[in-house]
């Protein structure tokens, strides 16, 4: 499996499209196409079949191109799990497994930031496309859920996931969200350095993606909510309320955008 990471920040919001290549079938599929325009470019770059698109959900600046890519390319496979979701045609189900290619991709659904947000996972090679449920180091905000649902959305589905599992977000805020990760854990030598690295990504204009899901684990604040040192910080008994609780404090975070 191949994965061309594309960047845009046509919607203001820095985003990332991802181009998923089988290579044994060269069949691809895009995640969250909002600029079809370097969608398309990408498939002609890597001469794959583009059969697929995968929605995490239905937010303007992920499923907004998916209008014309459809005029584009009419057969298009559209998954995702929101009825607003234009061109809609396979409605998945939580774990219920389907194929690109030779590969296979487990939907697991992650209501929280939206209330049809999905996350899509590679089995085969473990990855996972997380649109704006998991961030590097942080995660969405809370538009149409509570702590209960980012909770057994992040610690109850996404963890479980192997921790060599790449995990590819929806939008680039890695810098915003390892500043507030520190602020956090301010001794966290995890986070420290993650943050040293993601300021020189940043300077060299290069991605931050993918990170793994073992590395989120040990400076994500929002998936380490169990940690006491974490709920004694917030002054929180329970994960969920810490949750709660660091995802209010993100929400009002000065040093950075997001």
Not at 80 to 86: A, W
Request: overall charge negative; charged content about 25%; glycine content about 6%.
């Amino acid at each position: 499996m191949k994965v061309k990471i594309i960047h845009t920040n046509s919607t203001g919001e820095n985003n990332y499209m991802y181009l998923i290549i089988d290579e044994d079938t060269q069949k691809a599929a895009i995640v969250d196409p909002v600029e079809p325009a370097l969608v398309f470019q990408a498939v002609e770059e890597e001469g794959v079949d583009l059969t697929s698109i995968f929605i995490t959900h239905h937010h303007w600046d992920h499923a907004g191109g998916n209008k014309e890519m459809l005029l584009k390319k009419k057969d298009l496979k559209v998954y995702g799990n929101d009825d607003r979701i234009f061109g809609l045609t396979d409605k998945v189900k939580h774990e219920a497994r389907f194929s690109l290619g030779s590969l296979t991709v487990q939907p697991l659904l992650t209501p929280c930031h939206t209330v049809g947000h999905v996350c899509f996972y590679v089995e085969d090679h473990p990855s996972v496309f997380t649109g704006d449920t998991l961030f590097l180091a942080g995660c969405g905000k809370f538009f149409e859920g509570t702590g209960v649902h980012m909770h057994h959305a992040l610690i109850n589905i996404l963890a479980k996931l192997p921790g060599k599992t790449n995990v590819y977000c929806g939008h680039e805020y890695s810098v915003a969200s390892l500043e507030f990760a520190v602020h956090v854990q301010p001794d966290n030598q995890a986070v420290i350095d993650k943050l040293e690295w993601a300021k020189e990504q940043s300077k060299k204009g290069l991605t931050c993606m993918p990170s793994l899901m073992s590395e989120e684990m040990s400076y994500n604040p929002f998936m380490r909510v169990g940690e006491p040192s974490i709920q004694k910080r917030c002054g929180t008994a329970t994960a969920v309320e810490t949750m709660d609780h660091l995802r209010n404090e993100k929400n009002s975070f000065k040093k950075n955008k997001m």
